[in-house]
């Protein structure tokens, strides 16, 4: 057991030191942080996972104007990526459809780059948005509301999570306990366990834990104590599993000892009002703003700055392609923990002076539109939202097959996929060199890709059928 807690305090505590450390560090501490907390959890034997104790007590009013809310939906955070832009809108729409929802989250507190989509959401009818409370309030409230003896039962049946989920699982069932919603819904993985364990310990009927990439062991933020806790969610009546991908689906359900099909998917929505085309002015103006010259061309990438995005691969394929095509630049919108690492690249590269890295942007929509080209080198995709994006507006799209990327494009029309199976390195950087010199040169149509992508997005990625299929399962029977 101090194992486990210790495990759980350097958690906590990691994301802290990382930022007292300079910033050319924050990649390495962040892995070495991840590493250490897999490998003490590791070397624990697996224990038992046991549901929560039901939360006694009467039904506290509302913390906000008394109403329950339908629905909660729980993520880490508001930062810059396609988990989250799925959340959001997710979040808007089914306030717009005059459903109460309370927008939960755990981590955004920690830095403004972790609210980066708070102002689409901030100050919307029918939906409030809002950071876990604390652990210390939480365990205040929960004791004040159901008594001493209630709060260690639901204490004690969490022994077998680590310290740090256990804290996060008692911040959430103090919020969802004010909340009283009908439907939690959770999205990615420590927040959907975190949010399902919650959800159960006060009853609720409704609980969909939302994948959205392969199964977490692919990545550095996969812990030891998910197999096991997913398992048990998945044995449970009130508690639906679902993906954005087939391929995500896939792997979860490998990875569970799962029948086929026992993990549902419900797609990515794409807003055709939040990304419609741009004007030819939008997009001039766009472009002379990055500093680019009449008649070049520009090739860009939207994506984390993150291992499993592969930027190093996207610069080296940078690289071949200004050999091959002078006259083009190439821009990448992001950030995360890599970006001195693919600067300093960059600059040893002698190509520092191609390649602009602006950050984050809020202008995604011009951004994509003003690319003739966008490329994504990912190892690793649940459904990449900028490939949906891309298409959505006829921009060509060049990407690596990872994970569901294949299911959000059509190859030889929207854009070119480049399989990586038994090319190496080297081969598959001269692969997606070679794919986006092609596009670039015309071999793609454009005239093609306008067409098709659009309807192609609109179709099977339509933020519309997204929520429907959403609400019918938050309406549908129990498993």
Known sequence: MRVRQLAGHLQIVRPHIRRLLPARLHHIAGHAGRWLVRRIEARMSDAPIALPALLSGPSPMNSDDGKPFSIAIVGESLLAGGAERQMVNLARELAARNHRVLLLTLRSEEGPQLRFFLDEVAGRENLVVRNAMPVASATRHLIEASGGDSFDALRRSLSWAPFDVISDIIRLVAELYLARADVVHGFQDAPGIGGAFAALALGTPRIIVSGRNLHPEHFSHGRPYMRPAYRALAEHRSVMLVNNST?????????????????????????????????????????????????????????????????????????????????TRFVIFG???????????????????????????????????????????????????????????????????????????????????????????EGLTAGLTEAVVSVLAGNISLDRAATVGPNFVNTYFGIERMVEETMALYQGPSA
């Open 247 to 327: 391929a995500g689906a896939r792997s979860y359900a490998e990875w569970l000892d799962l029948e086929e099909g026992a993990i549902r998917v419900v797609r990515n929505g794409i807003s055709r009002k939040a990304f419609a085309v741009a004007s030819a002015e939008e997009i001039g103006a766009f472009r002379r703003k990055l500093g680019l010259l009449p008649g070049e061309f520009l090739v860009g990438g939207m994506f984390r700055l993150q291992a499993e995005k592969r930027p190093l691969l996207w610069l080296e394929a940078a690289i071949g392609i200004h050999h091959r095509m002078p006259n």
């Open 335 to 425: 950030d995360g923990t890599m970006r001195r690492q693919i600067l300093k690249a960059a600059t040893h590269a002698g190509f520092r002076d191609r390649l602009l890295m602006p950050g984050n942007t809020s202008e995604a929509r011009v951004a994509i539109a003003a690319l003739d080209v966008l490329l994504l080198t990912s190892s690793l995709e649940g459904t990449p939202n900028v490939v949906l994006e891309a298409g959505s507006i006829g921009v060509p799209i060049v990407a690596t097959d990872a994970g569901g990327t294949a299911e959000a494009m059509i190859d030889g029309q929207m854009g070119l996929l480049v399989r990586e199976d038994g090319v190496g390195k």
